[in-house]
Each structure stands twice: as structure tokens, then as C-alpha cells.
């Protein structure tokens, strides 16, 4: 017998991806640099399918049929080229290769142009959901060419989790990077998500004096509305955790430095290169920078702030209601803004992405799962040329009625000395969309004044110029 799949890297993702293939009857052929993960794998789990395992390049690529489907599931850079070497010299055209890592979209694009020339697909795909997805459905984000698509994608709608209405989370997003793309945008909300649920959290700690464990019920009561989601879920799982060793709040024996792997920063490092403002995803990622920066933080210490006025009793569940009014005011602006990057990255690199059928895809399986994703391929579904989610009907009017909340616990973070960069990023672009006139008009002056960089006029068409060192008149430029 030959298989219908092969999986080469079989650490935890690739593991669980080929027994997640082998479960939904699938032959899966499997192999990795070093034996032993691939032997220890069909002795845990032979039982669960049909496992071909391998030892050799060659031997995993016999046991393909063709045309083959390869699946690489290694670690993302290096790795990945290597083991790229590897196979494509023993593979023919029509066989197609699929990087499931967490490859950077540029490096996609590079990969998918090389193997073109010798007839191969190169599917670069974006996986999402951890180990747990990996194993019992993730969000999948396919790119790469219609042809592997057609033989791929029905292998990929199997084993891919399923939304309510039980469609499967896999779409062909797009040519070369596209898949990969959008799964970085989707990490970078995923970073914006999060910051925003950190700084409610803070809030309601803060300003209205909640204890973790009253916090993880206020959270626990935003899941069953509008905000439930897999982040608010698992957020007052942790919150109402107690650490064993000492009794306290879990949250409380953490070192508060968080971590990052690279793929929120890459949103907004490309978000920067397309000129997308992506405020709310840039400050997730800046919040963990400074949150790792000790030595800087110590040194910290002595700065003045607010005297500490915590909230009581009927106030501060007041408050907490109307935290939860600017955390889904906030979300609502983090998804815009990352929505109008993966359209800005659609049209630099021509790959028509339907935006409503990607919010479709990580309704489930992925870390940003949540009942809002419906509403946004809603709003998409409605109509596919909207410009921004803002300029959704529903969504506008959601805002609408949480922005004087949203704007009173900004005030009340301000003067109670609570850092809240992702709230007030998110709101400030909302204002600064909404503003009649912006200071940039100042700014193209101050330009003009020292670098003679023109401006254009309200009331008149053309590239103007004002002789700021001479008698201050105005010429067409
Ligand atoms: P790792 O990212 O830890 O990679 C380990 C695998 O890479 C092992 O199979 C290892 O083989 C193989 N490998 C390395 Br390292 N260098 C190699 C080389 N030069 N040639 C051949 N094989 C090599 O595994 P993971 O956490 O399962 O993640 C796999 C991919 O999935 C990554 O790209 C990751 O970013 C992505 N991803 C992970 C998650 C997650 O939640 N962990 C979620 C979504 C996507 P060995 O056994 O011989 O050392």
C-alpha cells in the first residue's frame, strides 16, 4: 500500500498532525531526522491508523502515491530549506511539498518560485491551534497554486476543525504566501487579544480592587456574550487558578515578562513596510518588549504616579460593565486593523483574498476562535468591498453606544496610572478616523518649512510651495 500523506518533522505538531491524518483514514507515511521520534510514534499510537514508517529520504518518498503529498512540519528558517534540499531532488513534477511551520510569507514566496521551475507545489500553509488543534482539528491556511488545492484541500477540510454550522476551518486563501500571511496577521491579533484582556484584567484589579479569583468570574460571565471566545475562556481558567506551593493566585507567583516568538512582530514590521496602521497589534508587541526590559523597569521604580484609589462595592461593578464595553470596542478595532493589512498585503502581492472567508476559517480551532468571527464574515458577506469593518453598519453602531465607557476607563486609567496602551491605541484610531481634520495639514507645513517637501491644497489642485525664508508667498511646485 502507498500513502496518501507523508509527514516529515514529528514533533509535537507533526505528530499530531499525522495521527490527526491517520485518524480520519488516511495511510499517513512518516519520517524524521532522527528515527527514534518516528519508531516512538507508531508504538504509542500505531493502533489509532495506518502508519508507514521510514528511515530514509528515498524510502519516505516511495511510500508516497502519486502525485505525492509531502508534508513538513519542522522547525521554521533553516530547517525548513534543509530539509527542502532533502526531498525535492527525488520528487517529480505535479508532487507537491507543504510547509505546515511557521514560515515567514516572504520565505513562502521564495520557496513556491524555486520548486515552480521544477513543476513542484509548494504549499505553504499556516496551522493554528497548538498541539491540541494540531491533534484534534486547527484552523488551516492554505496558499500555493488551485492545482493542490483540488488534490489537497478535501484531505485538509478532514482533519480541520469545524465551525458551529459545521464548515470546515480550511480555505484555499491564496497563491505562494498568502497562507502564510494570514496566519501572521492572525497571530498578530492574537497578541492584540491578548494585551487587551491583560489590561482589563489590570482594570478591574486596579481601579475596581477585584481579587484573580472575582475577575475570573467577571470573565467568566463576558463568555456567555458577545465576548465569548477561547482567549476570555481560558483567561479565567488562569486567573481562578491557585499556585499549590504557596496558595497564592497563580497569577501572582508568574514573572510578569512576557515571551514572544516572533510572529506578532512580523505583523508589524510588514504592516510598516505596506504603511498599515496596526497601533493596537504594534503596542501588544511593545508591551511585551517592555515588560521584558527588568533592568529598565527596577530603575523604574521611583517615578512618581497617581495615589492608589481603588473602587468599591456598586462603583466598581459599574466599572467592570464598562471595561467590557471598551475591551469589545477595542476588538473591534484590532480585528479592523488587522483585516486591513491582510487586504493591503492582498493587493501588493495579487492574491485576492476573501477576507469573509477567512474570518470564516478561524471561527474554530485556532487560539482567536470566538462567536465575533461570525458577525465579521457577516459584515464581509454583506458586502465583500467594505472598505474597513468599521465602516459595517453593526459594527459602528456597537462602538457607538460603547464609546463613552470606552472613553470613561481610559480616564480612569489615565488618572489612576494604569498602563492601557492597547485601549488607548485602539481608540485614538478610531478618533483619528473619525476626525474632520487631522494635524497632518500641519505636519506637510512643517515639511514644507524645512525640506520644501510641497503640499497640496484644500481648494485647489497641484504640488505647492511657500517661500517660508523669503517673502512668504506661494508657488506652484
Ligand atoms: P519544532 O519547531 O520544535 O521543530 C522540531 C522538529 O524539527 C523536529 O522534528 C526536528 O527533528 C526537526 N528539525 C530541526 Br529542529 N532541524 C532540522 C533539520 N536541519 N533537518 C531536519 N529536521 C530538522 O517543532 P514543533 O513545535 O512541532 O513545530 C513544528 C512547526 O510548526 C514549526 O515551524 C512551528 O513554528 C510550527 N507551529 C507550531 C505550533 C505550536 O504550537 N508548537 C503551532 C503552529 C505552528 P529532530 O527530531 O531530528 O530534532
Redesign the pocket.
Known sequence: TSAQIGV????????NLARNFARNGYTVALH???AS?THDLVKEFGQEGDFIATETAEEFVAALERPRRLMI????G???D??IK?FAPLLEPGDMIID????HFADTRRRERELREQGIHFVGTG?????E??LHG?SIMPGGSKESYASLGPMLEKISAKAKDGAPCVTHVGPDGAGHFVKMVHNGIEYADMQLIGEAYQLLRDVAGYTPAQIADIFRTWNTGRLDSYLIEITAEVLSHVDAATGKPFVDVVVDQAEQ?GTGRWTVQIALDLGVPVSGIAEAVFARSLSGHAALRAASRHLAGPRPAPLSGAEAAAFADRVEQALYASKIVSYTQGFHEIAAGGEEYGWDIDQGAVSAIWRAGCIIRAAFLDRIRAAYDARPDLPSLLSDETFAREIAAAQDDWREVLAAAVRQGVPTPGFAAALSYYDGLRAPRLPAALTQGQRDFFGAHTYRRVDQEGAFHTLWGGDRSEVSA
Open positions: 516529515t518533522g514529528l514533533a509535537v505538531m507533526g505528530r524524521n531526522r532522527t521520534r512540519m519542522v522547525k521554521a533553516d530547517p525548513t534543509a530539509v532533502e505546515g511551520g511557521n514560515a496551522i493554528s491551534g497548538g498541539e488543534g494540531a486547527p516568538k
